[in-house]
Nanobody
Framework: QVQLVESGGGLVQAGGSLRLSCAAS????????MGWFRQAPGNEREFVAA????????YYGDSVKGRFTISRDNAKNTVYLQMDSLKPDNTAVYYC?????????????????WGQGTQVTVSS
């Protein structure tokens, strides 16, 4: 069992930056690939980024490539999402998730545990 708690969301102006954190409970954090997803009102939950167990591999959704960076600190049981050059259409609830799948899973069904989400609002 893994419990995930996101933090770092908030209100930011377009062009600004935010850094999301996701703290995981338990002693097996390094056994999970981690991902970030987001869901805007009226939209389906969509993939943002994923990172492998060791942190050696990352993968990004097309809309965030070059602007968002996923990283992890296995000693701190934490995964991060650095978001730069934010746009109003990045407004959503951002969720972190943990997966037992090898590599950088990109599908919702590949993730076993989910956090409660943190709201990110980007004003124009």
């Amino acid at each position: 069992q893994v419990q995930l708690v996101e933090s770092g969301g908030g209100l930011v102006q377009a062009g600004g930056s935010l850094r999301l954190s996701c703290a995981a409970s338990g002693r097996t954090f390094s056994s999970y690939a981690m991902g970030w997803f987001r869901q805007a009102p009226g939209n389906e939950r969509e993939f943002v980024a994923a990172i492998s167990r060791s942190g050696g591999s990352t993968y990004y959704g097309d809309s965030v490539k070059g602007r968002f960076t996923i990283s992890r600190d296995n000693a701190k049981n934490t995964v991060y999402l650095q978001m730069d050059s934010l746009k109003p259409d990045n407004t959503a609830v951002y969720y972190c998730a943990a997966s037992t799948v090898l590599g950088t899973p990109k599908r919702i069904y590949q993730y076993d545990y989910w956090g409660q989400g943190t709201q990110v609002t980007v004003s124009s």
